[in-house]
């Protein structure tokens, strides 16, 4: 079936420092992928999304690319804040459902 | 935006009792979801349900039940709780406009249940 697989944490980085979260997908179809963030004490935000292969979902400085070839879709950043240090999920939407990674925790500190 | 808000942010219940984890959205979305998130698991699929009085079974929807009787509001039942049930509970709700090949979910902030 289905499924999500992204890199495991807890990632630490000094504030500036370049940010790589790897995910890949195991899929039948043509799925939308997605990374949500989870601020302390809060449920899951939409980060970015793609849609189909080659598509690079894009927000806050944040970018993944939709490449089909390597069924992935790494979330990149190139300068990271305090700010980002929180929770990161790769999810897969095919249909009606939904799969989701496990979490990676970020903590950035100054 | 769309809003969807859970009854309580915190819950502490005993062994055996009767629990009821509610959830409400506004953007009358005909999907809703019940998810649990432990540390190592991620987000585990208990039940969701395509429109009201209709649901469907999960990952993991043993030892729970759910109830839409209305569009808007999706419950969680912990018919006897056990302290294998404490866990950070979230909701979702999504709309999948016709035409397009995806849509994306939007969550709640989450109930912390604590079973003793």
């Known amino acids: 079936g289905d499924s999500v697989t992204q890199m495991e944490g807890p990632v630490t980085l000094s504030e500036e420092a370049f940010l790589t979260i790897n995910c890949t997908y195991t899929a039948t179809g043509y799925p939308s992928l997605f990374w949500y963030v989870q601020y302390p004490g809060e449920g899951l935000q939409l980060l970015l999304k793609a849609t189909k292969a080659d598509d690079k979902g894009s927000n806050k400085g944040f970018e993944a690319t939709y490449r089909k070839e390597t069924t992935s879709f790494h979330l990149e950043k190139g300068s990271v804040q305090v700010s980002d240090s929180a929770v990161y999920f790769c999810?897969?939407?095919?249909?009606?459902?939904?799969?989701f990674g496990t979490g990676t925790s970020l903590t950035v500190i100054p | 935006d769309v809003k969807v808000t859970q009854s309580s942010r915190y819950l502490v219940k005993r062994t055996g009792e009767k629990v009821f984890l509610e959830c409400v959205q506004d953007m009358d979305h005909e999907n809703m979801f019940w998810y649990r998130q432990d540390p190592g698991l991620g987000l585990r699929l208990i039940y969701f349900?395509?429109?009201?009085?209709?649901?469907e079974k999960g990952d993991i929807p043993e030892g729970y039940s759910v109830s839409r009787e209305k569009k808007e509001r999706f419950s969680l039942i912990l018919e006897s709780a056990s302290t294998n049930q404490t866990s950070m509970y979230l909701c979702a709700s999504s709309y999948w406009p016709p035409g397009q090949g995806s849509h994306e979910q939007f969550f709640g902030p989450g109930t912390r249940l604590t079973v003793l």
């Open positions: 999810a897969l939407n095919a249909g009606n459902q939904f799969y």
């Open positions: 349900s395509y429109d009201v009085k209709m649901k």
